[in-house]
């Protein structure tokens, strides 16, 4: 399962095999199946974990215990909720897995350490914070000053990939508009 | 107006005096009046500024024409157009002042070769990162799932020291609600 890792680390990040072999020594395969967390509400998320194949969701539960997603994430993209990951406070959300998943995990402590050894590797997780911070404020632009039909259509433009695996309702959640409200608008945008 | 930088770079991030000399030697303090830009939409934000007085505003202009507020910035925050200033590239944004403001500018290059020579001042950017990083999800979480109402609630619990210097207008655009709707909250609340 390393080997999807190794891909990706090698040609985003320009890692060597030296390096590869350093990232392998705290890497920690793990199988997710479908509707299983991978965070619960009140963890610490004390891993960063890569996703090699599925798909999970990253979601906060309302007063009025509906679900709030705020982000999902397929193949080669990371997920953790970063803000008890930086804070080392308990999670206030919930990850669990929208598909059978292949994960790879490492310690925060571990990847810390990776980054003081392989400069390369913290420059990338630099780079990719940044996309991630425009990704939310364009994210928030798209919120406050789209319709529900602009929000779908941006959506789908943004992440074509996500859109084809995920429920509407999950969508419709994501995009902070009723799954009526969606529904009417999916069925507009497929005319 | 070095002072002001000098005393939160001392406070925050543990600077010391040898440090705060790297640091003046390439700032540069900058006034803007009122409504005068800081930057404009096509200009490329080369410039991480801290802002010692005053009030500024990030914002994009719509297709429809209207304003778009991303970010507000008042004494001891930060301000730039981060999507320009990672990648280089010219900004969708704008940035002026709501206030006659005192600024002190960095260009980027300067500011990068300060983290390599003072780790502390880029542990302490990284936790500032981090930080806006959760801001803005919360600021999703706040816009996906709460009412008009409970986002000005959420607004004013944030920001109390923005919220009194800012016209309602603006910060309707932020909350990414109607003028109208938040004169009808605002008015409820007050009761």
């Known amino acids: 399962m390393f080997e999807s890792f190794a891909v990706y680390l090698t040609e985003k990040a320009s890692l060597t095999p030296e390096d590869l072999k350093l990232v392998e020594a705290v890497t920690v395969a793990k199988k997710l199946r479908k ?71 490492i310690e925060k402590n571990e990847l810390d350490a990776l980054y003081k050894a392989i400069p390369k590797l913290h420059n990338f997780r630099v780079m990719l914070e940044a996309k991630s911070f425009d990704a939310s404020q364009n994210r928030i632009l798209s919120i406050i000053s789209e319709t529900a039909e602009q929000r779908y259509e941006t959506f789908i433009r943004s992440y074509p990939e ?6 509407l309702h999950m969508i419709a959640s994501y995009l902070g508009v009723s799954r009526e409200t969606l529904s009417r608008v999916r069925q507009q945008y497929v005319r």
């Open 35 to 105: 509707r299983q967390y991978l965070l619960q509400q009140g963890d610490i998320s004390h891993q960063n974990c890569f996703i090699a194949k599925g798909c999970l969701r990253l979601y906060r539960i309302g007063e009025d215990g509906n679900e709030r997603i705020l982000r999902f994430g397929i193949e080669n993209w990371w997920m953790a909720d970063y803000e008890s990951y930086n804070s080392g406070q308990p999670s206030k959300c919930n990850i669990d897995a929208l598909e059978d998943s292949e994960l790879l995990l």
């Open 162 to 167: 996500i859109f084809n695996r995920v429920p």
